[in-house]
T-cell receptor
Framework: DTEVTQTPKHLVMGMTNKKSLKCEQHMGHRAMYWYKQKAKKPPELMFV???????INESVPSRFSPECPNSSLLNLHLHALQPEDSALYLCASSQVPGTGSSYEQYFGPGTRLTVT | QKEVEQNSGPLSVPEGAIASLNCTYSDRVSQSFFWYRQYSGKSPELIMS????GDKEDGRFTAQLNKASQYVSLLIRDSQPSDSATYLC????????????FGQGTELSVKP
């Protein structure tokens, strides 16, 4: 069983909708990540949170809004998306890099998003 | 030059053979190296991490790192059809927090 969970598994939304993706980790990690993955491509980093604070934003459009309510939860709020935003959205967690611990990133199962 | 490069494949090996997957990276300050396996339609699964030069073995998997040559590889011994997947090499850049740079992935097919 994965210790990083994501809901929903699948999401279909129109371009005028507002929706949220949710991620929860039970690994005691203090770094959490959002990635976007298109078919036949590697994951692309979107956001990194360390100790519940946004530490990296890879110039992601404002229609994607991340939120980290506590150390085990990560949300991605979606608004006015475009069809080209359709992709697999992956959450990952790790120890915080630079703290002396190994910081392997563990991925959740992903949310398959389709924008119509 | 891409930061992390892998042969895209597909790499086809017979069942029971050794599969060899290769990855080169461009940033000399890179500190940590990871191999992920991704089955079609699924999320990446971490199978190996390596931080220092040399070999690291875990079951049928061996990761090899040569920082001087900026090269990391993954060997899969006694390949099984269930090993058929895309293998992603990922490199953590030392001065960019937790950012992982992924290669394009190598598609491995193990034929019975």
């Amino acid at each position: 069983d994965t210790e990083v969970t994501q809901t929903p598994k699948h999401l279909v939304m129109g371009m005028t909708n507002k929706k949220s993706l949710k991620c929860e980790q039970h690994m005691g990690h203090r770094a959490m990540y959002w990635y976007k993955q298109k078919a036949k491509k590697p994951p692309e980093l979107m956001f990194v949170y360390s100790y519940e604070k946004l530490s990296i934003n890879e110039s992601v459009p404002s229609r994607f809004s991340p939120e980290c309510p506590n150390s085990s939860l990560l949300n991605l709020h979606l608004h006015a998306l475009q069809p080209e935003d359709s992709a697999l959205y992956l959450c990952a967690s790790s120890q915080v890099p630079g703290t002396g611990s190994s910081y392997e990133q563990y991925f959740g199962p992903g949310t398959r998003l389709t924008v119509t | 030059q891409k930061e992390v490069e892998q042969n895209s494949g597909p790499l086809s090996v017979p069942e029971g053979a050794i599969a060899s997957l290769n990855c080169t990276y461009s940033d000399r300050v890179s500190q940590s190296f990871f191999w992920y396996r991704q089955y079609s339609g699924k999320s990446p699964e971490l199978i190996m991490s390596i931080y220092s030069n040399g070999d690291k073995e875990d079951g049928r998997f061996t990761a090899q790192l040569n920082k001087a040559s900026q090269y990391v590889s993954l060997l899969i011994r006694d390949s099984q059809p269930s090993d058929s997947a895309t293998y992603l090499c990922a490199v953590n850049i030392g001065n960019q927090g937790g950012k992982l740079i992924f290669g394009q992935g190598t598609e491995l097919s193990v034929k019975p």
